[in-house]
């Protein structure tokens, strides 16, 4: 792993969670793109798990770095055991943290069924599994979406963008359209303002473990102090994980079990300019790029990425 340059910035984004509002009178047409990478399925499965330990989870892909989407986390997620983990509020200052809050509330099942009859109403539910409508914006987000409805696994592909409107009235979508999908796609970042008392108190989620990039340390622009924090676990973040695919001066790694346990309060304290060292009299230091690993997570260090 080559020794980390100072000089260099570490790339962090914010989480995505907009979509992109067209008029009533539909958006302008959108150019060609290549056809999405994943392969969109619906096909029956007795008992979903590991892969598909959720029912429902949506998430966005764009054409950008992996190291530039690492953090991005569900737009939505709903557990098997029914229940919504989402990004809780962060205060508006500089630096922000590392790690955004998490917080998870438990859903009823006559709410999980209202989300299951708005997807079925829209038409997402019939085994079509594109629907894009064979394009996309030019540098547009895709949205992912996977549902488990009574054993059957739905792997769709969507323009969460294609969202239109009539002043204030909500309009309704062909079934099975591009429109339709964006129109269910908008309610997922609010579940709360949909679905309302099907939703019970929020709590701090936890997460089973860590997925991290290591890399060199921060920038600080503006200028600004940043506090330096020692490795607490005793793999050195010199040797930390393995090479990430398609970035050579980083290396991902998951951090579960134990472990996880002890590094989360540091991750929790630490902000997007902390920088980290491997012993109080180490001359090097290493900026990290983390997210919690959730239900559904594959491959985040893999070639997948």
């Known amino acids: 792993m080559p020794r980390p340059r100072p000089a260099s910035p570490l790339i962090t984004l914010a989480v995505l969670v907009a979509t992109v509002v067209a008029g009533c009178t539909g958006a302008a047409s959108p150019s060609p793109s290549p056809s999405p990478s994943a392969s969109p399925s619906a096909s029956p499965s007795a008992s979903p798990s590991g892969e598909w330990a959720f029912r429902l989870r949506a998430t966005l892909s764009q054409a950008l770095p992996p190291a530039a989407t690492f953090s991005w ?3 939505a997620l709903v557990t098997e055991d029914l229940r919504v983990i989402a990004p809780g509020p962060v205060d508006l200052i500089y630096p922000g943290p590392l790690v955004r809050p998490l917080l998870e509330r438990p859903l009823t099942e006559a709410g999980w069924a209202a989300i299951v009859a708005e997807a079925r109403a829209q038409g997402l539910l019939t085994g079509k599994s594109d629907f894009t409508g064979g394009s996309t ?5 895709t ?5 488990v409805v009574d054993g059957v696994r739905y792997d769709l592909l969507g323009d969460p963008s294609r969202v239109v409107r009539c002043g204030a009235t909500r309009c309704i ?3 099975g359209t591009p429109e339709a999908f964006a129109a269910f796609w908008s309610r997922l970042p609010d579940l709360a303002g949909w679905l309302g008392a099907a939703l019970g108190p929020e709590t701090a989620y936890r997460p089973t473990g860590w997925a991290i990039l290591v890399g060199v340390p921060p920038e600080m622009q503006p200028p600004a102090s940043a506090e330096t924090i020692d490795w607490p676990l005793a793999t050195p973040l010199a040797t930390f994980g393995s090479p990430y695919p398609g970035d050579s001066s980083r290396r991902c790694g998951l951090v579960t079990g134990t472990d996880a346990t002890t590094l989360g309060p540091a991750l929790l304290r630490a902000t997007e300019l902390t920088r980290w060292r491997d012993s109080p009299v180490s001359a090097w230091l290493y900026g990290l790029v983390v997210r919690p690993i959730l239900p559904g ?3 985040l260090c893999g070639p997948a990425a």
């Open 73 to 75: 986390l569900p737009v």
């Open 137 to 141: 914006l030019p540098g547009g987000a």
């Open 143 to 147: 949205g992912h979406l996977r549902l």
């Open 173 to 175: 979508p062909e079934p």
């Open 297 to 299: 997570d594959t491959e």
